[in-house]
């Protein structure tokens, strides 16, 4: 049996809804983009949604509207997608990367106040595996601080913290989203940016279409500078039939990873994620540690072997390359240089079947018998 780590869910719906769009006057820029927008922007409770052509493209745009620039420290994690870092690199803005807490893999929000001097202008949350990060206080420490908050909620669409939707920007300034397929719902590339704020609104409008706004007389008129970061009607259209289905795309997930915890829990070896009693997760990922630091690679090469799409979420973003090349190798993450040797992220994605959870769930538990 093979089974891979990540699925995309496309119902006969949204092929219908796609094809409609290919038949129709508007390829891009047109009306399924707002439809699309609004309808997000519903589902989160924010008052503005602007969706982009991918969650690299919203974390730019954000970054852009937040007036981030040269000189400039940005507070984030090291347990996320080089893209949350990348985008602040292409802005000038220097990441300084706060330790993350060991049982939510999330930033460690008492760690941060420590992180900040005069230069720190903004935080960037990532709600990790779609576990929403200790808003409040981070928002208390922002506040305080005169600090912005981007969220970056690429695994988080779906989740609630403290019963407020991730998107609603009750506590940030800004909240990205992706929808590539891996995430909670797809239009193949894509990304969207909510907000309550219409100054960020209308900035992000104009950076998204090469900073141009269609005058009285219907003129394209340029009045900043800007990108084509635009999704078109095609995937605003796929967009909009997912978003019927992610509640029942976060039902299926729940009760996928009811079934994990389920099958391993008496497996000692290793530790099981952790939800914190005030959240409910989106689970985008499932991701379970070794106790022991030497098991992690014998036990994904071993799943690997037996046809397991396993993966890594993620290796410190300081670790790569590229990073240390640039002297981020040193840093001080204590917490996250362990969690990186130990975590393994399992398959997740409403399709997976009961017997394929098992089936990993006896590969895992064989693995620590023989
Ligand atoms: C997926 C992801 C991104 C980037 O989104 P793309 O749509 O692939 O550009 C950024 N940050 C995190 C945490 C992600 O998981």
Not at 106 to 122: C, G, V
């Amino acid at each position: 049996m093979k089974i891979s780590y990540g699925h995309q869910f496309i119902a006969p719906r949204d092929i219908k809804e796609v094809v409609k769009i290919l038949r129709s006057d508007w390829l891009t820029q047109g009306p399924q983009i707002k439809k699309f927008e609004n309808a997000l922007a519903h589902y989160c409770g924010a008052k503005y949604a602007v969706v982009v052509s991918s969650g690299t493209a919203a974390l730019h745009l954000a970054y852009l509207a937040a007036g981030l620039k040269k000189g400039d420290e940005v507070i984030t994690t090291p347990n996320t997608f080089v893209a949350t870092t990348n985008m602040l690199l292409a802005v000038e803005v220097k990441p300084v990367f706060c330790d993350i807490r060991l049982d939510t893999y999330n930033i460690d929000e008492t760690k941060i106040e420590k992180l900040i001097n005069k230069k720190t202008k903004a935080i960037v949350p990532v709600h990790f595996a779609g576990q929403p990060c200790e808003m409040e206080m981070i928002n208390q420490i922002a506040q305080k601080n005169k600090l912005l908050i981007i969220e970056d909620s690429c695994h988080a669409l779906g989740a609630k913290y403290k019963n407020s939707r991730v998107g609603g920007c009750k506590y940030s300034d800004m909240s990205v989203f992706s929808f590539h397929p891996v995430k909670s719902i797809t239009t193949g590339e894509g990304g969207a940016i909510l907000t309550n704020n219409e100054c960020y609104y209308k900035k992000l409008l104009l950076f998204r279409s090469h900073g141009t706004f269609k005058d009285k007389n219907g003129k394209n008129v340029m009045v900043q500078f800007g990108y084509n970061y635009r999704l078109t009607d095609i995937q605003a259209a796929l967009g909009l039939s997912q978003l019927e289905k992610l509640e029942n795309f976060i039902k299926k997930r729940c009760q996928i990873v009811g079934w994990y915890v389920e099958g391993l829990k008496d497996c000692r070896d290793i530790v099981l994620p952790r939800e914190l009693p005030h959240n409910h997760s989106s689970w985008n990922l499932f991701v379970i540690r070794t106790t022991e630091e030497k098991q992690r690679d014998r036990l994904s090469g071993y799943l690997k072997k037996m046809g397991i799409g396993v993966n890594f979420h993620y290796p410190s973003v300081c670790s790569h390359p590229f990073y240390k090349v640039h002297g981020y190798g040193k840093n001080n993450c204590p917490m996250e240089d362990e969690y990186a040797l130990t975590t393994i992220t399992l398959p997740l994605y409403p399709l997976l079947s009961k017997d394929e959870v098992n089936h990993i769930c006896r590969i895992i538990k064989e693995f620590y018998e023989r």
